[in-house]
């Protein structure tokens, strides 16, 4: 089992250096996903199957869209077209392909040696949940909305645009 852990977080790792270190933003995306995919086989081998579900489907689902969103709102013209056919090659692709593999054998064989047993469920309120995240998680929880916030004005200073002028009667006639 400890196996499985390692090559989950070197694929992790791999990938991760390889989102920081790549020049083009799709490629940087396919290996963000890869990590992803990665961190939640990791929380799966750690026994929180709900956390790595999440993790595919919201990280690796809905948050790459978004992502891929903001990449193709800033195409740039013809240079960036002509960069798009050549990401459809296979060397693009084989890198990531393989890492992805990895994962799947791994995810895999880790449901089949599973042991049949019967999960239990404990019904947690909203009030200890609540009580946990606002007592002895209260920096984590302050830190994670200062990284939301941060993202929010760079996102809203990105898709800012200068206008040339305010109104179109306020405009000087160029003849």
């Given at each position: 089992?400890?196996?499985?852990?390692?090559?989950?977080?070197?694929?992790?790792?791999?990938?991760?250096?390889?989102?920081?270190?790549?020049?083009?933003?799709?490629?940087?995306?396919?290996?963000?996903?890869?990590?992803?995919?990665?961190?939640?086989?990791?929380?799966?081998?750690?026994?929180?199957?709900?956390?790595?579900?999440?993790?595919?489907?919201l990280y690796a689902g809905a948050i790459v869209?978004?992502?891929?969103?903001?990449?193709?709102?800033?195409?740039?013209?013809?240079?960036?077209?002509?960069?798009?056919?050549?990401?459809?090659?296979?060397?693009?692709?084989?890198?990531?392909?393989?890492?992805?593999?990895?994962?799947?054998?791994?995810?895999?064989?880790?449901?089949?040696?599973?042991?049949?047993?019967?999960?239990?469920?404990?019904?947690?309120?909203?009030?200890?949940?609540?009580?946990?995240?606002?007592?002895?998680?209260?920096?984590?929880?302050?830190?994670?909305?200062?990284?939301?916030?941060?993202?929010?004005?760079?996102?809203?200073?990105?898709?800012?645009?200068?206008?040339?002028?305010?109104?179109?009667?306020?405009?000087?006639?160029?003849?």
């Amino acid at each position: 089992m400890d196996v499985f852990f390692y090559i989950a977080a070197a694929v992790a790792i791999i990938s991760t250096v390889l989102v920081i270190t790549r020049k083009h933003p799709v490629h940087a995306l396919l290996y963000l996903i890869v990590s992803f995919l990665a961190v939640a086989i990791i929380f799966y081998q750690l026994g929180a199957p709900f956390v790595a579900a999440l993790e595919i489907v919201l990280y690796a689902g809905a948050i790459v869209v978004l992502f891929i969103f903001v990449v193709m709102m800033l195409n740039l013209g013809k240079e960036t077209s002509l960069q798009e056919k050549t990401w459809l090659n296979l060397s693009t692709w084989l890198l990531p392909g393989i890492l992805a593999s990895i994962l799947l054998i791994e995810l895999v064989y880790l449901i089949n040696t599973q042991p049949n047993s019967t999960i239990t469920i404990a019904e947690v309120d909203p009030k200890a949940v609540a009580l946990s995240l606002f007592g002895p998680y209260l920096i984590g929880v302050e830190l994670a909305a200062m990284l939301l916030m941060a993202g929010v004005i760079g996102a809203a200073h990105i898709g800012q645009r200068k206008k040339k002028y305010w109104h179109r009667f306020l405009q000087e006639d160029e003849q």
